[in-house]
């Protein structure tokens, strides 16, 4: 994908995420196409065919998807897929698409010293979800949030919290090719290993690493993610972990929804977990003529 691409795919997300928001605070009223064209600004016709470019499906089929009855089956047909991919084991290398990922944890003195004398490498890049900075090391990728509209220094200083005892240097050319890699569409070649490394917790990494087993397409309610890593009453504390997952899409954790099938919130915006659930559903579920 092109960086002229890239940015218009990011340029199309923002008035996607717009138009969910606007059907978010309005489902009950069911607006019509026009209704919610004219929310973001544009004709039919234009919200029709921008919609669709960015979604690979009409606007109406992918709401479809979003709804409460859909969530609900996603958990119920997941669960059988997730019980297999789970046994195989959690220590074998996560995938995402054709990638394979795996995950490096600092050792529990680098944990204690926040990274003391780790150079990483930072660079903000237009993407399919909106805008994001992505943070690299020498020993794989150690950043990745969505950045919601003005809020750059805010990433940016999350990240500086997470590494306090790092260096961090703006290096967009280094930090573009793992943006190709995570965002472009994935070869049929299998790839070098895209390694992660994580800031965590013992019990943090292992949920991390659960969550890496979650398949594109389904979905897992906190309960049964805390019953798949041997842990059945830490909803509570899974809810936790989940929610700082410092590598967002990569590490899938937009793929935990609640048991009765409410999606919920997500630390880069509920509008952007919907997106990217409605995204994935799109691209497993053949849309019905």
């Known amino acids: 994908m092109s960086h002229t691409d890239s940015k218009q795919q990011s340029l199309d997300y923002l008035r996607v995420e717009k138009a969910?928001?606007?059907?978010?605070?309005?489902?009950?009223?069911?607006?019509?196409?026009?209704?919610?064209?004219?929310?973001?600004?544009?004709?039919?016709?234009?919200?029709?065919?921008?919609?669709?470019?960015?979604?690979?499906?009409?606007?109406?089929?992918?709401?479809?998807?979003?709804?409460?009855e859909h969530a609900k089956d996603a958990l119920k047909k997941s669960r059988s897929v997730l019980d297999a991919t789970f046994d195989a084991g959690l220590s074998s290398p996560g995938r995402l698409h054709d990638l394979f990922v795996t995950i490096e944890a600092m050792t529990p003195g680098e944990f204690k010293q926040s990274g003391e004398g780790l150079m990483i490498h930072y660079g903000f890049h237009a993407t399919l979800f909106g805008e994001c900075l992505l943070a690299v090391t020498d020993r794989g990728i150690c950043g990745l949030s969505f950045v919601a509209q003005g809020t750059r220094t805010q990433v940016l200083k999350e990240l500086r919290d997470r590494w306090t005892g790092a260096t961090l240097r703006e290096a967009p050319g280094m930090t573009q090719p793992f943006i190709d890699r995570l965002f472009s569409t994935p070869s049929k070649k299998q790839h070098t290993p895209l390694q992660l490394l994580l800031k965590g917790t013992n019990f943090q990494i292992k949920v991390w690493e659960a969550l890496m087993r979650i398949p594109e397409g389904s979905v897992v309610s906190y309960e049964d993610l805390a019953r798949a890593i041997g842990s059945p009453k830490a909803s509570r504390a899974i809810g936790n972990a989940v929610g700082k997952n410092p590598v967002a899409y990569i590490i899938p954790c937009h793929r935990v929804i609640r048991r009765a099938g409410i999606i919920g919130n997500y630390h880069w915006g509920p509008e952007r977990k919907k997106a990217l659930l409605g995204w994935e559903w799109a691209r497993t579920i053949p849309e019905k003529k």
């Open 20 to 68: 969910i928001s606007f059907l978010q605070s309005n489902y009950t009223r069911q607006p019509d196409l026009q209704e919610v064209a004219r929310s973001v600004h544009l004709s039919e016709y234009h919200f029709q065919r921008l919609f669709t470019r960015w979604a690979g499906i009409s606007p109406k089929r992918f709401l479809q998807y979003l709804t409460l």
